[in-house]
């Protein structure tokens, strides 16, 4: 599985995830073969991410938040962008 990371700032977030000690927000794009992986929230689909907890970094929490939200075991090879 290949995984790609962009991560925001806590300026410049979209609060999914509310914590006020959150430090930012990771997401993952994960590719298999010819597929992205997305999950579902209500009515719409986006990457497996959330919040960057105190202490952990950009490449941690979009580890945790794919498994968490999608079961998946990820390494990152990748960093695409940070919006901040």
């Known amino acids: 599985m290949r995984l790609a990371l962009s991560s925001q700032t806590k300026e410049t977030m979209i609060n999914l995830s509310p914590s ?3 430090i930012g927000r990771a997401c993952v794009c994960i590719l298999e ?3 992205i992986l997305m999950v579902s929230y209500d009515d719409f689909f986006t ?8 202490g952990e970094s950009f490449e941690e929490a979009a580890t945790r938040e794919a498994f968490e939200e999608a079961g998946a075991r990820v390494k990152i090879i990748k960093f695409l962008f940070e919006d901040a």
């Open 20 to 22: 006020p000690d959150r």
């Open 33 to 35: 073969e010819q597929s």
């Open 47 to 54: 990457f497996p991410g959330g919040g960057v907890n105190p």
